[in-house]
């Protein structure tokens, strides 16, 4: 959307097409330069074979067609020097450009949100804010206070009352005596003490026939 409002479609479109053109140059002075190699390198073995043949003109030749073929791969090593200068120099605009457009996006967009979100906007919603925290502050405070008959007690009146009691409580306990443990039973063993009958109680039937058993006796 932001590249059809500002128009770079294009520029970027035509340094694409640039590149693709100065890479395929490229290519095409490489080869011809490995051709030219291969070729040098073939004139350099026909003068050999006609320095042995003693053929001092021909190996001449082969050497004067060297020597053309390397001024030609030097002036194909200058070709792909100027492409390489070229294109580094079309792909750092590209960069540039690319960078410009990427910053005046982000600052048309931002401008939009401003103009969408103004100071005012702000004011206003940050007061509506405090404005309900305040309100629910009152609610909360509302919610705790005392209501019917515990509203009238006196806080002061039952926190003195609260003393008193822990005031008697203490005073109490300082008064209570200490309590002893009670002595020890010492055990003696059974082996020492003579056995005593053990008197039991009679019940009232008992005394009764043990009087009319006195009665008869006399």
Known sequence: MFKG?????????NALTSLDKLNETLEMLEKKE??????????????????????????IQCLKKKKL???????????????HD????????????????????????MK?????????????TMDEINEQTENMKQIQEALSTPIGAAADFDEDELEAELEELEGAELE???????????AASVQV?????????????????????????????L
């Open 5 to 13: 409002i500002f128009g770079k479609t294009k520029p970027e479109t």
């Open 34 to 59: 490995s051709v030219l190699l291969k070729k040098t390198a073939a004139e350099v073995e026909k003068a050999k074979e006609y320095a042995k043949e003693r053929n001092k003109k021909a190996a």
């Open 69 to 83: 073929y390397e001024q030609q791969i030097e002036q194909l090593g200058n070709f792909q020097l100027r492409v």
């Open 86 to 109: 070229q294109m580094i120099m079309l792909e750092g605009a590209k960069a540039t450009t690319e960078t410009v457009d990427t910053l005046r996006t982000g600052a048309a967009a």
């Open 112 to 124: 939009a949100m401003q103009k969408a979100t103004s100071i005012d906007d702000v004011d206003k």
């Open 172 to 182: 109490e306990q300082l008064l209570q005596p200490a309590t002893t443990a009670p």
């Open 189 to 217: 063993p059974a082996s020492s003490q003579p056995a005593r009958p053990v008197p039991q109680k009679r019940t009232a039937e008992e005394d009764e026939l043990a009087a009319l058993q006195a009665e008869m006796a």
